[in-house]
């Protein structure tokens, strides 16, 4: 697919094909694109967890209190490791260029899925401390 026709395919999808098979390339697909993106002072401190199973995909729902979540076969939680981007920037690597750094990555993921022939939406409301006990995430 051309870029032009990616940029302008992408929408936020709340309603996914529950038979479409996301395959173990595809996701690996769009973690390679992931950590292609940029990164400040190239520490790429973004952190990727899977969630396939419908148990795990629950959880996650009720964390993000957004329930259509559990309908997508696979998400991809994009997480941020603050520390070394606090050891080499402080406060401003913290809570700027981490977050710029997750931001970019993630954008990369729903750009990749477009071109992959699959849907995507980006959560960006949610219960940070819920969504870190539901998956297990301790960083």
Request: hydrophobic letters at 45%.
């Amino acid at each position: 697919m051309e870029f032009a026709d990616v940029l302008a395919t992408r929408r936020s999808v709340r309603h996914y094909n529950n038979r479409l098979v996301v395959t173990d390339s595809d996701i690996r697909a769009l973690l390679d694109a992931a950590v292609s993106a940029p990164s400040a002072g190239n520490i790429q401190p973004w952190r990727f967890t899977v969630v396939r199973s419908p148990e795990a995909r629950e959880r996650l729902a009720g964390a993000l209190a957004q329930r259509w979540a559990t309908s997508a076969p696979v998400v991809i939680v994009v997480s941020l490791d603050p520390r070394p981007c606090s050891a080499r920037y402080g406060d401003r690597g913290e809570m700027l260029y981490g977050i710029q750094d997750t931001a970019a990555a993630a954008e990369n993921i729903l750009l990749a899925a477009v071109d992959r022939g699959l849907s995507s939406c980006w959560i960006g409301a949610f219960d940070e401390a819920a969504v870190r006990e539901a998956l297990g995430i301790t960083a």
